[in-house]
């Protein structure tokens, strides 16, 4: 069975082309369009796999998100990757000291994701 892969950003030009890229990788997707709509996406699905975050969002940013989803004993080990503008030295250790497994910044290169997402997922 596939792999599903959770992405969650407000930019539906980035949802649609991070969705491409791991569709193409053979990954099942959903998308969400913030961290809000990523918590019900999460707790609707019967499993995900790993998650991309965006940062920037309204309602729920990611920060909050991953704080929310890390908290929680079901996805202590649901790896989590931010995908985000924001690339600075604290926005990266908050990112981090939050739970995510990986800190990436937009523009990422695709091979390079496509790489370490597999990774994360074993
Ligand atoms: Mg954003």
Redesign the pocket.
Known sequence: MSKHILIV???KT?RNLVAFIMKREGFAITTAEDGLDGLEKLYAAAKVDLIIS????PRMDGFTFIKTVREQEAYRDLPIVVL??EGQEKDIQLGMSLGANLYLVKPAQPDKMVKNIRMLLG
């Open positions: 950003d407000d930019s980035v965006d940062v920037n969002m985000s503008t």
